[in-house]
């Protein structure tokens, strides 16, 4: 199968992003954006509100929730529903009012709706709000805090004339190799805490492959063509799990021996 009908294959709380970050994940994330008790948190995309839940308990002036998802907004609401600094809207994300939040979460895959959220983030926050992300900064803005895989982007926001320059910002280097993709996924599966133990080496390997094909599309890898072990790697889950990456490259390998229809296993 290839990569779509593989995520199709999942669950559906991990394809629409239900999956909710531990209470002690959101604890370090907030320490990075120095959570205080005069912010009005407000999370875009608030699932069943864990994070609001945790920002009003944690004595913020204000904590908003914003969910789409009307299902989820009701759990959101009860889950908040003792707490008199919480509430949640039910909004598109696009449609939200967020001209007082002062610190805002927000995590999506989307380019469409990242585009539109940055452009908003502009034009509706006031100077010193923060924008709290996961894997990467929102758009093309330029980190004021990272400890990967977590973000904070303070307006006035700044911007990388090029996806290598917010790479050497955020990575301390320019341009993704085999072993930095691998540490990456293994530092975001660390981090998160969401992947169970016996299924870490295979989300390891499958986000590791994913990193690095996403950095060769944008030619931003280290390499110039498809290095030995990512050949292996790509082999491995295509013969062992049927899983096959090469629709996601976009632009051929250099070396015509790699390119992925040519790839064997190990």
């Known amino acids: 199968m290839n990569i ?14 239900e999956v909710e970050i531990p209470d002690r994940v959101l604890k370090k994330m907030f320490r990075l954006a120095g ?42 609401k009860r889950n908040v529903s003792r707490l008199k600094n919480a509430g949640i809207a039910v909004s598109d994300l696009k449609d939200a009012d967020i001209s007082s939040a002062t610190l805002v979460l927000f995590w999506s895959s989307d380019p469409e709706l990242v585009d539109a959220l940055v452009k908003k983030f502009r034009r509706s926050l006031k100077k010193g ?95 110039d063509g498809v290095p030995p072990p990512v050949q292996s790697y790509l082999g491995i889950l295509r013969e062992f799990f049927q899983i096959d990456l090469s629709d996601m490259f976009t632009r051929e390998p250099k070396d015509e021996a790699m390119a992925p229809d040519k790839m064997g296993c190990c």
């Open 4 to 17: 779509n009908e593989f995520l199709s294959t999942l669950p559906q709380d991990v394809l629409k992003g």
């Open 35 to 76: 959570l205080r008790k005069s912010d009005v948190f407000c999370h875009l995309g608030c699932g069943r509100g864990n994070a609001v839940r945790l920002a009003a308990k944690m004595g913020v002036k204000k904590a908003i929730g914003v969910e789409p998802d009307a299902r989820l907004a009701e759990e959101a």
């Open 129 to 223: 709000a923060r924008v709290l992300t996961v894997w990467s900064p929102p758009g093309m803005m330029l980190p004021d805090k990272v400890d990967f895989p977590f973000f904070v982007c303070k307006k006035p926001f700044r911007y990388a004339a090029s996806v290598r320059q917010q790479i050497q910002a955020v990575y301390k280097t320019k341009c993704i190799d085999f072993v930095a993709a691998w540490r990456l996924a293994e530092k975001f599966i660390d981090e998160l805490g969401v992947v169970p133990q016996e299924y870490r080496r295979f989300v390891n390997m499958l986000q590791g492959m994913v990193i690095w094909i996403n950095a060769w599309n944008m030619g931003v890898t280290c390499e």
